[in-house]
């Protein structure tokens, strides 16, 4: 069966990545993208590395263009899709990319976003754990009918702790992350800041001091993933001159009494089965480059005996296994096809 596919935001960067991934899938066609101020435009006239869709034309973002279609994909600012689409009616599948049903906590909404609280979806992150006994969030992903993509940083960084946490072999209460990101991750609407002359030759830090959008989204998530302590954890994102590209360098207090044997068993175990999440041999550390157009979270592990901690450095593409191959991916495991169908694991470095 093919799937009848609307992507709802593809003038920008996260549809333009949905596009080019979804174009590739044996199982999904694309009838209809839409967009906002690039209404009525030719898609490639704001994708134009979208040669295989240049037979389609943006449309308006209303719940009418999207509704009939077995699986609509937002990818629209934050607080633009919660509206919409609480008015669909014929939709089996919907994936929202934005932040809109990623918090199931109103005051975390209200403090870090503001205006309307809309529901929780189930989270898109399927290698994520779920509490005791290695339970991942994949479970619930199958048969959903509206996911939430997750946040770039904040899978990243999820990602990055939740086997310390799950096994109980760091502390919750202690955790720091330190990402280098990509201008694409501010998505494709114009901004002084991210002006190339702004941007080159430079590494700007913003949103210091505990103010980035995600920190509630990892810590749910750190929640959800058996952590027996509040979880607070200091998140400072630096933007780095790369289109494309997270690496997180991410620490924890190692637990009293635990042996760096059993920490680095509990992310060797986490991720053993995992097609798309890789931790690296001892001693080798992920580049941004190899993850590339590729779905991978690539992943070193070290312990640093002196500090006490463990360092987890962790690498995505905010675009692909960021947001884009999330969504695919979860959207795969909800209808019952192959988890992998349409992803890829190899990147295009250099
Ligand atoms: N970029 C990333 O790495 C990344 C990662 C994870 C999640 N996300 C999330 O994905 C969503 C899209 O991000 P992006 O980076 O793709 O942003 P973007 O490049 O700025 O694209 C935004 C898209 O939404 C449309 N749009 C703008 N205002 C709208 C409105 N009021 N109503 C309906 N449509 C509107 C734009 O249409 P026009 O261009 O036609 O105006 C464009 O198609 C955001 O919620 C973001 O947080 C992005």
Redesign the pocket.
Known sequence: MTYSVAV?????????ELLRLLAAHPEFEVRTV??????GQPLIA?QPHLRSLAHLT?RE?TPEVLDGHDVVF?????G??GA?TAQLTDVRLAVD????HRLTDAADWAAFYGGEHHEAWTYGVPELLVGAAGAKQRDALVGASRIA????NASTVALSLAPGIAAGVIEPSDLVSVLAVGP??????AKTHLLGAELMGTANPYAVGGTHRHIPEIQQALRGAGAQAPVTISFTPVLVPMS?GILATSTARIAPGVTAAEVRAAWEDAYADEPFVHVLPEGVYPRTADTVGANTCLMGVAIDEAAGRVVVVAALD??AK??AGAAIQSANISLGLPERTGLSVDGVAP
């Open positions: 709802a935001g593809a003038s920008g960067y996260a549809g333009g839409t967009g906002h101020s690039s209404a704001t943006l973002t937002f990818a629209l600012p934050h633009a899709s919409l990319c934005g932040a809109d993509a997750p946040g770039c694409s991750g501010a998505g494709k609407a494309r905010n675009l960021g947001t």
